[in-house]
């Protein structure tokens, strides 16, 4: 019944019968089908699952003594709160048996967007942006994410590499450590805001709906910050994807939700760099295969983006006097 997960996911048999009973009772129909889509590298069940009425509805769940728990169900109060016209799908309901706890959310029928330059997907996910951050996220939304502290300021780990330097670094990055580790500094001061920010921006954490279009989804990074976090997270993503870093580093400065604040910006960026270059290095975690070799490609895209940034700003006045580089 069930098609076979990415290897380290939790499986549609794996959920124990009475949370599996709890929810064909709550959702008023037998399950008849459960596929675990591609993408993603957290270890919770997260399958589409196919009801007897012939609708589907989107499952996660794990063993509440799981930390991915206390995820799902944060990811559950932010749906429950984005404002209307907010690029995610619903919230359809919680159910807890058998100490798991299950979050079901409304089924998106469709692939992850294509963020390469032949699509129109990457152009629809920046003008969302623009959309989601345009004005100050709502009280219900502010309050749901207040109790749980944001993972995206805290990301850092340029100082960690600076503090001994790994063989494998590029020499060129090498040569910026401290340059790195000080505009990464900057960031924590910079990174409080009034915006919705979903936290974990990439293809594989959007759907293109036949309906509706570009939706993003795994909200469970969901926090308030500055404009900017989203758009600066999703950068590095379009490299990956083909587009160039100069094209990419355009966009960033011409994107309302980055043009208006470039330290915060770049600091973020440096950030998110450094935490892909330190984590790359660490040992896979379990259940998250492919999640290092993911993070090396990433930081190497992260990074060619940052320094076109650092060298336009190297001398110039983006960056106030203590972050300038060592060159200047
Ligand atoms: N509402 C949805 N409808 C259909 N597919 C979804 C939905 N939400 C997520 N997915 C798909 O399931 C995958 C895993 O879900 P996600 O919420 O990203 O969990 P994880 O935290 O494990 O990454 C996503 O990469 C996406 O392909
Ligand atoms: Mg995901």
């Known amino acids: 019944m069930s098609s076979l997960p990415p290897v380290g996911r939790l499986r549609w048999t794996d959920v124990p019968a009475p949370l599996r009973t709890r929810l064909e009772t709550g959702l008023g129909s037998t399950i008849t089908d459960a596929v675990t889509p591609a993408g993603g590298f957290g270890h919770q069940l997260a399958a589409a699952l196919t009801l007897a009425s012939g609708r589907r509805v989107f499952v996660k769940a794990a063993p509440d003594d799981d930390p991915l728990t206390d995820a799902n169900v944060h990811e559950a109060n932010v749906l429950d709160v984005l404002p209307p016209g907010a690029p995610a799908p619903e919230l359809l309901g919680i159910h807890r048996a058998a100490g798991w706890t299950a979050v ?7 692939p992850h967007p294509d ?63 401290h340059e790195l580790a000080e505009l990464e500094a900057a960031w924590p001061g910079l990174a409080h805001g ?8 990439r293809a594989d954490n959007m759907v293109r709906d036949q309906e509706r279009g570009v939706t993003f989804v795994d909200w469970a990074h969901a926090t308030t910050g500055p ?26 400065d011409e994107h309302p939700a980055t043009a208006t604040d470039p330290l915060a910006s770049t600091a973020f960026l440096a950030a998110l760099t450094g935490h892909w270059h330190r984590n790359a290095r660490l040992p896979a975690p379990p259940g998250a295969p492919g999640l290092r070799a993911y993070q090396h490609r990433a930081a190497t895209a992260g990074m060619a983006l940052l320094a076109l940034r650092m060298n336009r700003t190297a001398c110039g006045s ?11």
């Open 227 to 252: 404009a900017c976090v989203d758009a600066v997270s999703l950068a590095p993503q379009l490299v990956l994807a083909g587009h160039t870093p100069k094209d990419t580093a355009r966009l960033l």
């Open 318 to 328: 983006g960056l106030p006097g203590q972050l300038r580089p060592y060159s200047c």
């Open 115 to 177: 963020l390469s330059p032949a699509s129109s997907d990457a152009g629809q996910t920046w003008a969302l942006l623009d959309k989601l951050t345009s004005s100050p996220a709502p009280a219900a939304y502010t309050e749901a994410v207040a109790t749980t502290p944001s993972g995206v300021a805290g990301l850092h780990g340029w100082d960690v590499l600076l503090a001994n330097p790994p063989g494998d670094l590029d020499p060129d990055v090498r040569h910026r450590l």
């Open 104 to 110: 079901v959310i409304a089924h998106l029928d469709g």
């Open 194 to 201: 009034d915006r919705i920010v979903h936290g974990d921006l």
